[in-house]
Structures are given as structure tokens and as C-alpha cells.
């Protein structure tokens, strides 16, 4: 008989109970939140990196404009757009280096963040 009845609660717990069911749902859970929260902390610092790197190509373009000029003339501006500005200038100290600066500001998140280039070149 005792091979029987142990045969008979094997048979019985092939099932999982009701708390083993509710345990694995809740880590089934917690583990898709946490991919959720992990994907949308990578779709913001996508969007960061994005537009950090339009800043960056807008001054990298806005001083090889610069750099065409001549090196007599001294120059400055500024542009603004839809969530982007712009600052530039060109000057000549009297050392014969031209002094390139371009800084670009843009909103990101509530928040204003900036990308500055500056380089000097002989005349």
C-alpha cells in the first residue's frame, strides 16, 4: 500500500497550485517592466545622441563656410530655427591666425544643451 499511495501523490502533483501560479506571474511581471524601463531609457538616449550629433554636423558646416572666407575679413551671425540657434564668428587677431568659433544650442527634454566648435587657422 505504500507504493500506492505514493504513486497516487505523484499522480496528484502533476498541476501547479495557485501560489505557483501567481509567484511565476508576478516575476513574468516585474521582468517585462524592467524591459519596458530599459527601452525607453534607450529611445531617450537615442534621441539625445541624435540630436547632439545634428548640432554638431549644423557647426562643423557653419565653420568650413567660415574657413572658405577670406582671411582679411572678420565676420559674425547668428541663426535660429525650430528648437535650434545658432552663433558664429571669424576673427583676425593681429598674430595671422583666424580665430573660428560656432556654437549651437538646442532643447532637449525641457532642458537647453550646447555644442561649441572653435578652431584656429593660419592665413
Known sequence: MDAHRIRTRLRARRAFTLLEVIVAVVLIDV???????ATAVLMRADTDARARLDATRAADARLARLDAMTCDSSAAGAAGGHARSEHWSANLPPAGVRELRDSVSFSMHGSTSFVVLSTRLPC
Open 31 to 37: 521582468g517585462l517592466l524592467a524591459l519596458l524601463a
